[in-house]
T-cell receptor, first 113, second 113 residues
Framework: DTAVSQTPKYLVTQMGNDKSIKCEQN?????MYWYKQDSKKFLKIMFS???????INETVPNRFSPKSPDKAHLNLHINSLELGDSAVYFC????????????FGQGTRLTVV | DQQVKQNSPSLSVQEGRISILNCDYT??????FLWYKKYPAEGPTFLIS?????DKNEDGRFTVFLNKSAKHLSLHIVPSQPGDSAVYFC????????????FGKGTTLSVSS
């Protein structure tokens, strides 16, 4: 039974489109994250939610909007997709904020053409 | 500005030998450190962690050493196995609420039989 699952695994779309990536965790964790791994392989934090509240919002274009309908779900919606948005997006969750390990989903490879 | 640095992009080791992966950090507020392992097309998987109050933590074949004065940590894998071939990410956390893991760029370990 997958602990952190995200869909879809692959997403190919045209510039200008709007797309969403869904994430669900069944670990009972309070905190969820979105990370982006770009072409240089850096894993960078984008957003963090704790109990459906936005905690971290790094410098991310406002075309990216996270939505947390409940603490087990954190979806990522991207408007007006650009070529530079092509990357692998990882959802993660942790029991606590701060000093604890995060559990990652399998990633969504987004390709904007 | 990279707060967590893994200066070796790759490492090749023979099966049975020791693998040593290194990581440096610049933020003196970091007090919790983790290593993740990542296979292609999968999410990072937590491997081992260490708190700043310790200088060593061991889990089976994996040992993490922390040198706070040098702001340096290392992961030792003994003995190395072909299944250990993966990308290894070092990560750090500043511990307080509202923070997320900060990752290094990763080191690709290849273990040959």
């Amino acid at each position: 039974d997958t602990a952190v699952s995200q869909t879809p695994k692959y997403l190919v779309t045209q510039m200008g489109n709007d797309k969403s990536i869904k994430c669900e965790q069944n670990l009972g964790h309070d905190t969820m994250y979105w990370y982006k791994q770009d072409s240089k392989k850096f894993l960078k934090i984008m957003f963090s939610y704790n109990n459906k509240e936005l905690i971290i919002n790094e410098t991310v274009p406002n075309r990216f909007s996270p939505k947390s309908p409940d603490k087990a779900h954190l979806n990522l919606h991207i408007n007006s997709l650009e070529l530079g948005d092509s990357a692998v997006y990882f959802c993660a969750s942790s029991l606590l904020q701060g000093n604890t390990e995060a559990f990652f989903g399998q990633g969504t490879r987004l390709t904007v053409v | 500005d990279q707060q967590v640095k893994q200066n070796s992009p790759s490492l090749s080791v023979q099966e049975g030998r020791i693998s040593i992966l290194n990581c440096d950090y610049t933020n003196s507020m970091f007090d919790y450190f983790l290593w993740y392992k990542k296979y292609p097309a999968e999410g990072p998987t937590f491997l081992i962690s260490i708190s700043s109050i310790k200088d060593k933590n061991e889990d089976g074949r994996f040992t993490v050493f922390l040198n706070k004065s040098a702001k340096h940590l290392s992961l030792h894998i003994v003995p190395s196995q072909p299944g250990d071939s993966a990308v290894y990410f070092c990560a750090a956390s500043a511990g307080q609420a509202g923070t997320a893991l900060i990752f290094g760029k990763g080191t690709t370990l290849s273990v040959s039989s």
